[in-house]
């Protein structure tokens, strides 16, 4: 099998596989009311003191819009509260509550296990090769994200 056909098999796999395989991993116990999409928007919102809606919808690349529907159910299960901002009363902030920390945790602890997992099976050397490679991957999806129309694609780039 040659090396672009090796390539793309693991990745298209590995992509599919971890949307599927991280859901069944993370919606357990407790968490088993939440989705896995759920589950990334209260990554997005973080433990801090609270983040306005625009912010959190930009880091999961979604609207404001989508973000709200998922923001009323995480608050009707009591993951997440709303608030307006003592600044400006027009501005609404979000926040994790107590379940929503927990919800936090889990997943994180879910990632650090995984990550831990690859770098076991790697030399210290192998390490920068592996950084290097995924650093490649995501600003691909970065990239690729800012091309609106269907005719235009990225450039690829060699290192």
Known sequence: ???YKTVNDVLVNLINEVWVLEGKAIITGEFQDLTNNDM????AIGKGGGDNMSSIAKRLNITVGTLTS?????????????FRSEEDRRIVLVKLLDKGVR???HHAE???????????KLKEEEIP???KTLAGFSE???EYRTY???DDSPPVRRA
Request: aromatic share 12%.
């Open 1 to 3: 099998m040659d090396a």
């Open 40 to 43: 990334h928007v209260i990554e």
């Open 70 to 82: 998922s923001i009323n159910r995480l608050v009707k299960k009591n993951y997440v509260e709303r």
């Open 103 to 105: 919800a936090f945790d």
């Open 110 to 120: 879910y990632h650090r296990r995984m990550t831990e997992a690859v770098l076991a």
């Open 129 to 131: 090769v592996l950084v």
């Open 140 to 142: 691909f999806f970065r």
């Open 148 to 150: 609106t129309s269907s």
